[in-house]
């Protein structure tokens, strides 16, 4: 975990996984790496918003996976859900509703996150039942901001169709994405 720049209410927090998806930015904001996966995501976010001064709310900039084909570019996320958590198997074992799907604005696409990197045709034809773009942070960062009261983004910019040959095109598309994440954060939050 690593934050840059001053977090105050007046200004939104920038959330981003790892150093190679935030070397762009120009420092007009606060940046906090969180390093990769939900856990990791979610108890940076915690530890900031509890260390002190609270953020105007929280945008999650990150990469993302396509599961359909020809799906590219920057979105803002609409959904978000777990694709690695059985919530109605569990909901059902406890007696309980878990958390499921959280709703972030009226339009986007669905984004599933998970904690691992879909790299197998199989699991990406299976996750595109139900999302459009996978990731490894999004869910942990609204869920931490939702129960903080802030507001919550999530900006994705296509990286890669998950599946074969997803990681060498993550590796050789990062900067570039990186590029696109920072000049939609200096259009959209000034």
């Given at each position: 975990?690593?934050?840059?720049?001053?977090?105050?209410?007046?200004?939104?927090l920038l959330v981003v996984?790892?150093?190679?998806?935030?070397?762009?930015?120009?420092?007009?904001?606060?940046?906090?790496?969180?390093?990769?996966?939900?856990?990791?995501?979610?108890?940076?976010?915690?530890?900031?918003?509890?260390?002190?001064?609270?953020?105007?709310?929280?945008?999650?900039?990150?990469?993302?996976?396509?599961?359909?084909?020809g799906l590219g570019g920057?979105?803002?996320?609409?959904?978000?859900?777990?694709?690695?958590?059985?919530?109605?198997?569990?909901?059902?074992?406890?007696?309980?509703?878990?958390?499921?799907?959280?709703?972030?604005?009226?339009?986007?696409?669905?984004?599933?996150?998970?904690?691992?990197?879909?790299?197998?045709?199989?699991?990406?034809?299976?996750?595109?039942?139900?999302?459009?773009?996978?990731?490894?942070?999004?869910?942990?960062?609204?869920?931490?901001?939702?129960?903080?009261?802030?507001?919550?983004?999530?900006?994705?910019?296509?990286?890669?169709?998950?599946?074969?040959?997803?990681?060498?095109?993550?590796?050789?598309?990062?900067?570039?994405?990186a590029r696109l994440l920072?000049?939609?954060?200096?259009?959209?939050?000034?």
């Amino acid at each position: 975990m690593r934050l840059t720049g001053t977090v105050t209410s007046d200004r939104p927090l920038l959330v981003v996984a790892l150093p190679e998806e935030a070397v762009h930015f120009d420092g007009g904001l606060p940046v906090l790496l969180t390093g990769m996966g939900k856990l990791n995501a979610a108890a940076a976010l915690s530890a900031v918003l509890a260390g002190g001064e609270r953020p105007a709310g929280v945008v999650n900039l990150g990469t993302a996976g396509a599961l359909r084909p020809g799906l590219g570019g920057t979105h803002e996320i609409g959904r978000v859900l777990q694709h690695d958590l059985d919530v109605e198997l569990l909901g059902q074992l406890t007696g309980r509703p878990m958390d499921g799907p959280i709703d972030l604005g009226p339009s986007g696409p669905v984004l599933a996150t998970g904690d691992r990197f879909v790299s197998a045709d199989a699991e990406r034809d299976l996750l595109a039942r139900s999302a459009d773009l996978v990731d490894m942070e999004g869910y942990a960062i609204a869920t931490v901001a939702r129960r903080a009261g802030l507001p919550v983004r999530l900006v994705k910019h296509v990286s890669d169709e998950a599946g074969e040959g997803a990681l060498r095109s993550w590796q050789e598309s990062v900067d570039d994405c990186a590029r696109l994440l920072a000049d939609w954060a200096r259009t959209h939050l000034g």
